[in-house]
């Protein structure tokens, strides 16, 4: 019995293969931070005297991968592109320096010598610029139009990224609006506008809010949402609400619907 179980354990030992151990790539970097990449290996002791590669690939969203990386064993390492700025660190570690959203993409370590493994995993950069403005203006009725008051509800965010929506909601209820996206070919950063006309008398007094998102990222915070109370009799406390201050916000409009 105790020489089969040796013989098992020889065999498990023996048939261990080339595999990475560590890997990480961060999920989502800031823009002009620092991304930190680390691609480990594990060998058996009869490997390490072969050839080793090891090689960083970046595949760019709808593009095809380019190779950023190589070092071979008893070489010095080398960065083979001068896209992306980084430094070079011990074990394979690369740290992409002061990041942009076009560096986004797909990153992956490959390390081969008889075989071969690799490992992947996407990053993105995000942006969040300038941004979310919500304004609200009334629009003149001219002659022979509708007596019914209307007002203008614009939303604007500039130099974000990735892609990015916004939404406009009343009183935490999303209404239609139409949208304009446009992007810059160099940095990779878009400019969303929105906008929507609506009758006044659904906003008078109401919370307005538009928000900025992206589509292929989950963040949120307080800072990506703009507020207005809107009322024509309470300019002050309107004003007031276009801080981005949800509860405070919620509190004025509880306050006035109250009194009404």
Known sequence: ???????????????????ITKFSVPQSVEVGHNAELRCEYDLKPEE????????????????DKQQIYQRTVGQPAKSTQHTIDMQIKENDTLVLLNIHPNASGIYECEVSNIEEVRKEQ??????????????????????????VERSLLECAASHVAPLPDLKITINEKEINVTKNIKKSDDDGL??????????????????????????????????FVDFILYDKTADDASQLCTSGIFLFCVLILSNLLSTK
């Open 122 to 147: 996407e990053l993105i950069v995000y942006a969040k610029g300038t941004g979310p403005r919500l304004d609200i203006t009334d629009v003149a009725v001219g002659p022979g139009e509708e007596s």
């Open 190 to 223: 878009y400019d969303i506008f929105a906008n929507t006309t609506i009758e006044k008398n659904l906003v008078v007094g109401a919370l307005l809010a538009c928000q900025l998102s992206y589509t292929d990222l989950n963040i949120t915070g307080d800072d």
């Open 1 to 19: 019995m105790f020489r089969v179980c040796c013989l098992i354990l020889f065999l498990v030992a023996d048939t261990r293969q080339l595999s």
């Open 48 to 63: 390490l005297k072969k050839v080793i590669f090891v090689k960083w690939w970046w595949r760019p969203f709808g593009e």
